[in-house]
């Protein structure tokens, strides 16, 4: 039997799809928030998640990013906003499906069996959701850093930056890598903006910066994350 995770902060909507789908035989978890829907996947593995966009706390578009990190867990956005915009941000982001506002039982249970199915012949949807190299912890779920168990505060690119290199462990990652894939393809060739972000990860993460020991350089190649 599938579980569900329903994130919606309207109580009319979470209890129209809860009703349709313990109707259909599907197991319901419910949050009203980004965060505890994150939390939910971290804590109760959903084969599937509906997720409104505009919500308090963390909205649909960055939960689905913060979960993306983690797992590939099916997730449909459910929300009124139904621009082109919208549709394309939400599966640039990592949704498999789209659902706009209102809608009808069938829609949203055919297009749920549909996603499910989808699903079913690509395995195990669950990375690590807390990352470790050496004295470095990520906890994917909730975007934090640990260093020595004390919180790192990085920017968003910084933290783009790294999990770069927490996903690729032990490869080499080119500097025109690292740039279209974090600031942008527009990037590739501004290799003083990566020196000076990776300088700041090592001032942040790395006990002594000339001997790093998380982001090495490869001369003449790029950058890596050994592993340890």
């Known amino acids: 039997m599938s579980t569900i995770l329903i994130v919606d902060d309207e109580p009319r909507?979470?209890?129209?799809?809860?009703?349709?789908l313990i109707t259909e035989g599907f197991q319901v978890l419910k949050a009203t928030n980004g965060q505890e829907a994150v939390d939910l996947v971290v804590e109760r593995h959903p084969d599937l998640v509906l997720l409104d966009v505009m919500m308090p706390v963390l909205d649909g578009?960055?939960?689905?990013?913060?979960?993306?990190?983690f797992s590939n867990?099916?997730?449909?956005?459910v929300t009124a906003r139904g621009s082109e915009h919208d549709r394309v941000r939400g599966l640039d982001l990592g949704a498999d499906d789209y659902i706009v506002k209102p809608f009808s039982a069938t829609e949203l249970l055919a297009r749920v069996r549909a996603v499910l199915r989808r699903a079913q012949?690509?395995?195990?949807?669950?990375?690590?959701?807390?990352?470790?190299?050496g004295n470095l912890r990520i906890d994917f779920a909730r975007?934090?850093?640990f260093k020595d168990d004390k919180i790192v505060y990085l920017s968003a690119t910084e933290y783009r930056l790294l999990l770069q290199f927490?996903?690729?462990?032990?490869?080499?990652?080119?500097?025109?890598?690292?740039?279209?894939?974090?600031?942008?393809?527009?990037?590739r060739d501004d290799k003083e903006i990566l020196w000076v972000s990776i300088s700041r990860l090592r001032q942040k993460l790395e006990h002594d910066v000339k001997n790093p020991q998380h982001i090495l350089t490869r001369s003449g190649l790029g950058y890596t994350m050994p592993p340890l």
């Open 61 to 69: 578009f960055a939960a689905c990013e913060r979960i993306r990190e």
């Open 143 to 145: 975007a934090e850093v």
């Open 121 to 133: 012949s690509s395995g195990s949807a669950f990375q690590q959701s807390v990352f470790h190299h």
């Open 166 to 187: 927490a996903h690729n462990v032990g490869a080499v990652l080119t500097s025109e890598q690292l740039l279209t894939d974090v600031w942008g393809p527009e990037y």
């Open 73 to 77: 867990v099916p997730i449909i956005i």
């Open 13 to 20: 909507y979470l209890r129209l799809m809860e009703a349709n």
